[in-house]
Every structure is written in structure tokens, then in C-alpha cells.
């Protein structure tokens, strides 16, 4: 790479790309953690300055830092954001003009996945959204014409000179440019965007200088994007607690990211670190021994000897967790005879190599960046980053070793709504918005039926609030379908586990009965016999009653008075006064979606009961010190109304 070809400011480094390529970019950047955000805007820049210029953008998960509207929320997010995300933190310009609809015309943005919820008022990115599996989007990208490629990079000078790694996103690019190359289009000019702090991952991820066309290294970066730590509930723990009986000791573990997955991972440490207790509250919520019986069969009860093999598209902090467990701990080899020696139990504990985590993108906190970094210092083996389609398929010339590697593979992923034949909604609505994107879901469900001792596990909480009140995640049908239920298999809520793979429609459909929510299985049930597809003398069982939100409180009340199950069981970004707003908080936001709700927060206004303890220094960080006038003290009021309630926000 020559010198000239070599940028420190960003601007200049815009100005060149786009006389060198023209005035039409065709670009590709990676989802996440990897988007170079600057060098982006300062393109974004030229172009919206100039209407003879054009950018198409196609890219995943633009991830922008909360902006919100005004009122109590922005009360509450405003200093926070400030603070987590940091000074001089930057968002895509794009991402941000697209979620309130001001992106200009000569700007298209194709995204086959979107930061979940943030894009569903967009028209512009609804119409442009790409519907893909995560591993067909290098092949579809590269009949794109792309004539640019950029990427966040690590960077280390060696004694064979500098060699980049693409860290946090191999996912793609690896993949992306062999197609291209391949196809025997241009190859794409390629631009790395080197982050002082992005750690550097070697092995697989790694590659020469001479990968690069232009080095970009800004005298100033950003911070990383860091993602907020979120709190865990009481159903959310049910959940969880079920979910880890269905782990097989020297299995493999797929997981990705948010409050089930939390879930997950913190019961999984518990099974681990405190067995007795683990047992004991699962028995709590599991008297009739359903998830037990799967448990014996498919998972276990014990802790962890010889450990997971971690092999997920999305490497999070959950894997962090189950390391410094003593957990994510079974290594695998990339070599037929030595994986064959590890599964039999031959294989010498002290051969040197070997991971034990193989992951496509990672995205999370600070102290998960920090715990890679470490890793590539103390083990560089333990973690390889690769690309995406060694990930999330088994198709290709290390499918025989990969199948291996994955024995006793468990792959959970995540779902908004599920129906009573088991399909799975996940990415979107029945109206056609999308609300995230089927990223590698389906990849992984479809694994899982094709490895001999595999199994997908879809969790979901089986209600949410609604605007009516509290509705169910379980349906009879729905107008959207991201998982058929032809590849239906396991299915858990906070009310247990339901197997359904080989089961007949109307044994699925019970499975299904028996982990919803009692105040909707009536309902349910006579809808399935409406249709012929369950016994017209079906009779709901007596104890499926006992499936609802205060059940699950009291089996778990034990725990949560000695404070094994807090809300923020990994830590929080939040001060201990903002974890005691949120709940207050959440509970106005729920109530004020309905005239019900909102009837009640003017009871609770009215008759507010006795002060809390902490009460004035959350009106004082919520700027309520001194309301001013009748709209500040109207919600100052309501505030310290929900305050003083308890915060039931969830359930």
C-alpha cells in the first residue's frame, strides 16, 4: 500500500474515494460493531450536498444511540445516553435521517437487518429492506455492482509488516469478496477504518495488508458502540431456569442477545456454581416434572465437567459469563483426527490449540471488548472469529468436521410470537413491517434438524402488554410466518418446556396449551377445536391453571427475597437511583397506551400512599427537584405516584 493511499483525516479520505469511484457509490458495510461511522457520514456528507451524487448503502443493524421524543423518557435517557455512550460518541447520519423519514432520494440504504423495533415507522427502509438468511447475503451482495467495501479494523505492525484483523465482523467480507472474485466482477474498493480500541483478533479474522486498497487511521475515533445491559424479570427467569435444564454437558451452545438470553446464561451459572439451589427452584416451578423428564433425555441436571463448545453468529457477553464459569470450556480442533480423539475421550488434555468459542460478529458491552482483548493476549486459540458461512451452515467441505465440533448442539434463539402448531414469529408483522430481519435464525433451526443430536430451542415470554392490557404470545395463526411449523422442535416459556418435534398437530397444539398463560388457554383450546384439530372432549387439564404471573412470583419468592435472582444479575450501566425509576417508569408507559391505564395512574395520582425510601433523589434525577408549572408538577406527581406503587411494570 503506498503512502498516498494511506489517510489520518477522514474528510480527505471521503474526497478521495469519491473521485476516484465516481459519483454513484454502490457501498458495503458490515452490521454492528464493525460500520466505520465516521468515514460513512463523510461520504453521507458529499453526497446529500450534491444532488448529482448517489449512494446505495447496503448494510444490517445500523446501530444509533436512543433518541428520545421529549417528556419523562427524554428526562431519563438524555443523561444517561451522555454517559454510557460517551463524548464524541457518532451515529450514522444515515440510520438517523431514515428512522424519521428525512433520508434525501439520491440516498437508498438496503438493510437485511434492522436494530429491532427502531424502523418500523420508516417507509423507506420497510420498502427497502432485503429479506435474506444471513448466509445468503455474500452471494446476493455480489451481484450488487459494489464498488466499495469499508470496515472498521484492528491494526498490528509485526516483523512481516502490518497485518489488519476484521475483529468484531469477519462475518461477511470474508465471504462478500470471494463471490465477487469469483464471479470474475471487479473486485470492490476496499477501505479499513482502523480503531485504536477494537481489539485485535488474530487466526481467522486476520489478513495481510495488502487486503486493503486505502488505510483510513482517523487521529481521533469514537467510542465503540457499547450495548446497555438490560434487566432480567421474575417470568424472564422462569424462563431461563427451564431453558438451561435442556443443556447437555460436553454439547454446544448457541445463544444471542437480550433479557432471555441473560436468562439463560445466568441460570446455566447457577446450575454450575450453586447445583443445590438451581435444582430446588426448578423443582419450584416445575412440580409436575415435565422439564425434569426432558432434562434426563435431552439436557441435564448437573453441573458442567467437560463444558460447552460455544460455536454462535453472534458472540455477546453471555459467553464471557459462561467462561469465567468455568462453563464455555470444550475445545474443538479444525482437524478431523484430533476432533475424532476429543469426542472419543483420547485426546492428550495438554495438546497445545484449539477453541473452545467460534463466532462470526460480536456486539455488547465494554467489558466484553476488553475480555476479546484479553483473550488474544493470554489464548489467542480460544476465540476464532470467522466467517459467516462456516457459522451458521453446515453445507461445504467442513461439513463432516463441523458436525463433530457441534455434537450435542443446542441452538436458542428468540421469538415475539409462536402458534399452537409450532411456527415461530420472530422478525416481523402481519401488516408486512418488519420489525428486525431473520439474520441467522432460520440457519440455526434448520441446523438443528439436520445434526444427528441437535435440537432449536425458540424461547418467548408467552404475554406482553398490549394496548388493551396484557395479550398472548401464543396464537392460533398469524399472518407472518419467520420459523414453519414443519421444523418445529422446542418451544419454552416461563411456564415450561414444550417438545414438539415428530408430534402430531393436535399433540403439538397441547404442548402448546400446557406452557401458555391460564387466562388465554380457554380461549386457545376452543379456537383449536373450531378448526378440527383438537378433540371436541378435550378437557383443559387443572393444574395448566396454575400458568400465570403470580404462581411463577411465589415459587420464586424464596429466591428473590435473598436476592440470588436481582434485576441486574451481570451488572448495570444504570445508577442504583435510575434502577429504581425504571420500573416507575415503565409502569407509566405501559398504562398511559390505554384509557384503562390511564385511568389508573390518575387513581394512583389521587391516593399515592406513603413516601419511598429514595423517593426525592429520583425526583431530583428525573429534574423534579422544583416543578415548574402545571405540567411539571402534574408529572412530578404521577412520578412519585408510580414510585410509591412498587413499579409493577411487567407480569
Request: hydrophobic residues 40%.
Given at each position: 500500500?503506498?503512502?498516498?493511499?494511506?489517510?489520518?483525516?477522514?474528510?480527505?479520505?471521503?474526497?478521495?474515494?469519491?473521485?476516484?469511484?465516481?459519483?454513484?457509490?454502490?457501498?458495503?458495510?458490515?452490521?454492528?460493531?464493525?460500520?466505520?461511522?465516521g468515514l460513512l457520514n463523510a461520504l453521507y456528507r458529499l453526497t446529500t450536498a450534491d444532488t448529482s451524487r448517489s449512494i446505495t448503502l447496503y448494510t444490517a443493524l445500523s446501530l444509533t444511540r436512543p433518541h428520545p421524543k421529549g417528556g419523562m423518557e427524554a428526562r431519563f435517557l438524555r443523561p444517561f445516553v451522555e454517559r454510557h455512550f460517551g463524548e464524541g460518541a457518532v451515529d450514522p447520519a444515515y440510520a438517523v435521517d431514515q428512522a424519521r423519514n428525512a433520508l434525501p432520494s439520491n440516498v437508498a440504504v438496503h438493510e437485511f437487518y434492522m436494530q429491532s423495533g427502531a424502523l418500523l415507522g420508516s417507509s423507506s427502509?420497510?420498502?427497502?429492506?432485503?429479506?435474506?438468511?444471513?448466509?445468503?447475503?455474500?452471494?446476493?451482495?455480489?451481484?450488487?455492482?459494489?464498488?466499495?467495501?469499508?470496515?472498521?479494523?484492528?491494526?498490528?505492525?509485526?516483523?512481516?509488516?502490518?497485518?489488519?484483523?476484521?475483529?468484531?465482523?469477519?462475518?461477511?467480507?470474508?465471504?462478500?469478496?470471494?463471490?465477487?472474485?469469483?464471479?470474475?466482477?471487479?473486485?470492490?474498493?476496499?477501505?479499513?477504518?482502523?480503531?485504536?480500541d477494537l481489539p485485535y483478533v488474530s487466526g481467522h479474522a486476520e489478513v495481510t495488508r495488502d487486503y486493503f486498497d486505502i488505510e483510513l487511521c482517523p487521529e481521533a475515533s469514537p467510542p465503540l458502540f457499547a450495548v446497555p445491559r438490560q434487566p432480567i424479570d421474575t417470568a424472564e427467569y422462569?424462563?431461563?431456569?427451564?431453558?438451561?435444564?435442556?443443556?447437555?454437558?460436553?454439547?454446544?451452545?448457541?445463544?444471542?442477545?437480550?433479557?432471555?438470553?441473560?436468562?439463560?446464561?445466568?441460570?446455566?451459572?447457577?446450575?454450575?456454581?450453586?447445583?443445590?439451589?438451581w435444582r430446588r427452584a426448578l423443582v419450584a416451578l416445575d412440580p409436575r416434572g415435565g422439564t425434569h423428564a426432558l432434562a434426563v433425555r435431552l439436557g441435564g441436571l448437573a453441573p458442567f465437567r467437560a463444558g460447552l463448545y460455544g460455536a454462535s453468529e453472534m458472540v455477546m457477553d453471555g459467553f464471557m459469563h459462561l467462561q469465567r464459569a468455568g462453563i464455555l470450556k470444550r475445545r474443538a480442533w479444525d482437524n478431523m483426527a484430533l476432533e475424532r480423539a476429543a469426542a472419543a475421550g483420547r485426546l492428550d488434555p495438554g495438546t497445545p490449540g484449539g477453541h473452545y468459542l467460534r463466532g462470526a460478529f460480536f456486539l455488547g458491552s465494554r467489558e466484553l471488548y476488553a475480555w476479546v482483548a484479553a483473550l488474544e493476549?493470554?489464548?489467542?486459540?480460544?476465540?476464532?472469529?470467522?466467517?459467516?458461512?462456516?457459522?451458521?451452515?453446515?453445507?461445504?467441505?467442513?461439513?463432516?468436521?463441523?458436525?463433530?465440533?457441534?455434537?450435542?448442539?443446542?441452538?436458542?434463539?428468540?421469538?415475539?410470537?409462536?402458534?399452537?402448531?409450532?411456527?415461530?414469529?420472530?422478525?416481523?408483522?402481519?401488516?408486512?413491517?418488519?420489525?428486525?430481519?431473520?439474520g441467522g435464525q432460520y440457519n440455526f433451526v434448520a441446523m438443528a434438524h439436520e445434526l444427528p443430536d441437535g435440537r432449536s430451542v425458540l424461547m418467548l415470554r408467552a404475554t406482553r402488554a398490549g394496548r388493551g392490557g396484557v395479550e398472548t404470545n401464543i396464537r392460533w395463526n398469524y399472518g407472518h410466518t419467520t420459523i414453519p411449523r414443519h421444523l418445529r422442535d422446542i418451544v419454552v416459556t416461563e411456564y415450561g418446556v414444550a417438545e414438539l418435534r415428530g408430534k402430531t398437530d393436535s399433540e403439538c397444539i397441547e404442548a402448546m396449551l400446557a406452557i401458555s398463560d391460564a387466562r388465554f388457554i380457554d380461549a386457545l383450546c376452543a379456537e383449536a377445536k373450531s378448526h378440527g384439530k383438537l378433540a371436541v372432549d378435550f378437557q383443559v387439564p387443572e393444574r395448566w391453571r396454575n400458568n400465570l404471573p403470580e404462581c411463577l412470583r411465589d415459587a420464586l419468592a424464596p429466591w428473590q427475597g435473598k436476592g440470588t435472582l436481582p434485576a441486574f444479575p451481570f451488572g448495570s450501566d444504570f445508577t442504583e437511583v435510575e434502577q429504581r425509576l425504571m420500573p416507575a417508569l415503565g409502569w407509566l408507559r405501559s398504562a398511559?397506551?390505554?384509557?384503562?391505564?390511564?385511568?389508573?395512574?390518575?387513581?394512583?395520582?389521587?391516593?399515592?400512599?406513603?413516601?419511598?425510601?429514595?423517593?426525592?433523589e429520583a425526583l431530583v434525577r428525573m429534574g423534579f427537584a422544583r416543578p415548574k408549572g402545571f405540567s411539571e408538577r402534574m408529572q412530578a406527581r404521577a412520578l412519585k405516584a408510580a414510585l410509591r406503587r412498587g413499579g409493577e411494570t411487567r407480569g
Open positions: 500500500m503506498s503512502p498516498e493511499q494511506c489517510h489520518t483525516d477522514t474528510e480527505a479520505c471521503a474526497h478521495h474515494i469519491a473521485e476516484r469511484l465516481g459519483p454513484d457509490l454502490r457501498i458495503a458495510a458490515p452490521l454492528g460493531l464493525g460500520k466505520p461511522h427502509a420497510q420498502r427497502n429492506y432485503i429479506s435474506q438468511n444471513y448466509t445468503h447475503v455474500a452471494r446476493d451482495l455480489a451481484v450488487q455492482d459494489i464498488n466499495l467495501l469499508v470496515q472498521l479494523v484492528a491494526r498490528r505492525e509485526t516483523a512481516d509488516g502490518v497485518r489488519y484483523s476484521l475483529s468484531c465482523n469477519p462475518d461477511l467480507t470474508l465471504d462478500f469478496i470471494d463471490q465477487v472474485v469469483q464471479s470474475g466482477k471487479p473486485r470492490p474498493l476496499c477501505v479499513a477504518v482502523v480503531h485504536p422462569a424462563l431461563g431456569l427451564h431453558a438451561s435444564a435442556l443443556v447437555r454437558d460436553g454439547g454446544c451452545l448457541q445463544i444471542g442477545i437480550g433479557a432471555l438470553s441473560d436468562a439463560l446464561v445466568f441460570a446455566l451459572r447457577w446450575r454450575q456454581q450453586d447445583n443445590m439451589q493476549a493470554e489464548d489467542a486459540d480460544a476465540l476464532d472469529m470467522c466467517r459467516v458461512s462456516n457459522v451458521n451452515q453446515l453445507y461445504g467441505d467442513h461439513q463432516a468436521l463441523a458436525s463433530l465440533q457441534r455434537r450435542g448442539a443446542r441452538f436458542f434463539n428468540t421469538c415475539m410470537m409462536a402458534t399452537l402448531m409450532g411456527s415461530a414469529v420472530s422478525d416481523g408483522l402481519d401488516n408486512g413491517e418488519v420489525v428486525s430481519g431473520v398511559s397506551g390505554s384509557w384503562r391505564g390511564k385511568a389508573g395512574i390518575l387513581r394512583a395520582m389521587f391516593r399515592p400512599g406513603p413516601a419511598v425510601e429514595g423517593e426525592q
